[in-house]
């Protein structure tokens, strides 16, 4: 029987299956360990497990490959994305050094790593049926995640998460067959031919496909699901579910109108609502008193920004998403790493009051906050600024000034937002409210590592150059 499947194919796969094997690594280890493994045994192997991937998958940077027969297209495209999934992992395991009950530890550290791998081949995915596939990957493993914290509110997040999703799945499915009836192709690049203008088929399959995406990234009207899951999750997955659903999904996004012609009227609905989330989500932070929720609701507006750069279909587009999906990440998850500091499992360091006079007993720590939601506003000259600049003027060449326009009415808005809670830590005459020390040593080395990052990016926005042409 002839052998369908080269060598190189598990090779350009190879990242994804090492972090999924390391899954069942983890579960087989808890298994044969007398009385189940400690904490640290989970997170260090599945941290170790995350390290070895996004290695192996650095020393793959440039080497272009469709495996699969067009289904994962190895590149400098993948690549990238599967870096940023793979750190936002790694923080996200980090901050589970104090959260849960340690005999599930092993069980949770199996989920975030067939998650992780979901992503992961999300961001290669340049056929119909590797896009459904890792998204259940990356949705399957989540569902599980928002419901293990020991609060109603976390089951009822997983439950609304795994109804709503599902719904979301049932339209991208839906979106698929049809695009698959008009095409006759399960790839995406098949979508370009000229002759599916006038096919009723392929613009309903379409509509029923980015609308799925949309959900994906929690853009308006599909977010209503975020606020309430980011709230009843736990933190670190939260954390993680904030940054890695985003970047897969933007992969998919991304393969998806860089596929179709430039100027494709079947993406300006899909701009629109990137508009609309912009000021919408910017808007609902103002009322937030729980940082969760205006996380939520801040990655509700950050995701615009991020659709908003590849209006227009431009190689700098493309670029600066990436730039602004990165900083994003360092951004966000410092943030979250900070609350991690302040809070048991209770999560008590996820309301704005627990930052009442952070300044006064923890400089560093409110210090390291401020920064993280100051480059979030978009405060020059942060990442945050620098990106947010990159994606107006790539607005404004690819004749999309309207966009750019919503894009500064936004960022206004969310100043007020997010200096609400750095004037909550810096008031002197706010009284301290005494919060939770802690002994979170991981959590603060994500602090530090995030920041470090966020810093770096302001001063060498370093962007990677020959992603465009595998994108396609």
């Known amino acids: 029987m002839p052998n369908f499947i080269a060598h190189e194919d598990w090779l350009a796969v190879l990242p994804l299956l090492m972090v999924g094997a390391g899954a069942l690594a983890v579960l087989l280890v808890d298994l044969i360990w007398p009385k189940n493994a400690p904490r640290f045994v989970s997170i260090a192997i599945g941290m170790a497990v995350l390290v070895a991937a996004g290695a192996f998958a650095a020393t793959t940077y440039g080497h272009n490959y469709n495996a699969f027969n067009g289904g994962f297209v190895l590149g400098g495209f993948a690549v990238v994305f599967e870096e940023i999934i793979v750190f936002a992992a790694i923080v996200s395991l980090a901050l589970y050094g104090t959260f849960g009950k340690s005999d599930r530890m092993a069980g949770v550290t199996a989920l975030m ?119 009843g999750a736990p933190l670190p997955v939260t954390a993680f579910m904030s940054v890695v659903t985003k970047a897969g999904a933007l992969a998919v996004f991304a393969r998806f109108a860089y596929a179709l012609p430039a100027g494709h009227k079947m993406l300006l609905p899909f701009f629109v609502i990137a508009g609309i989330s912009m000021i919408g989500g910017n808007l609902a932070m103002l009322a937030q008193t729980d940082l969760k929720r205006l996380l939520a609701y801040s990655g509700i507006a950050q995701a615009g920004y991020m659709v908003a750069a590849l209006a227009g ?70 990442a945050g600024f620098l990106g947010k600049i990159l994606i107006l003027s790539a607005n404004v060449n690819a004749g999309y000034a309207w966009l750019a326009a919503l894009l500064i009415a936004g960022t206004a808005i969310s100043l007020y937002a997010y200096f609400k809670v750095i004037r909550v830590m810096y008031d002197p005459h706010d009284h301290p409210v005494q919060t939770v020390r802690a002994r979170a040593p991981l959590a603060y080395a994500a602090v530090a590592l995030c920041a470090l990052f966020v810093l770096a990016m302001t001063f060498y926005p370093l962007t990677p150059s020959n992603v465009l042409p595998l994108v396609r």
């Open 313 to 382: 279909a431009s190689a700098l587009g493309m670029r600066y998403a990436i730039y602004y999906l990165a900083a994003y990440m360092f951004m966000n998850l410092g943030a979250f790493a900070v609350i991690a500091v302040l809070s048991s499992d209770r999560e008590e360091g996820a309301q704005v009051a627990a930052f009442r006079g952070l300044a006064q007993r923890r400089p560093v720590l409110a210090a390291a906050m401020s920064f993280f939601l100051l480059a979030l506003a978009g405060f020059p000259p942060t």
């Open 113 to 231: 790593l067939w998650s992780t791998s979901g992503a992961m081949l999300m961001a290669g995915a340049a056929n119909l049926m590797t896009i459904f596939l890792g998204l259940e990957l990356l949705s399957l493993a989540l569902y599980c995640l928002c419901g293990l914290a020991d609060r109603p509110t976390s089951q009822e997040s997983a439950l609304k998460y795994l109804i709503l999703s599902s719904t979301a799945s049932g339209f991208l499915l839906f979106g698929m067959a049809l695009l698959f009836g008009a095409t006759g192709s399960v790839t995406l690049a098949s979508l370009a031919a000229p002759s599916l203008v006038s096919n009723p088929l392929y613009w309903l399959g379409g509509g029923f496909f980015l609308a799925g995406i949309a959900f994906k990234l929690s853009l308006m009207p599909f977010h209503v699901w975020s606020p309430d899951v980011y709230e």
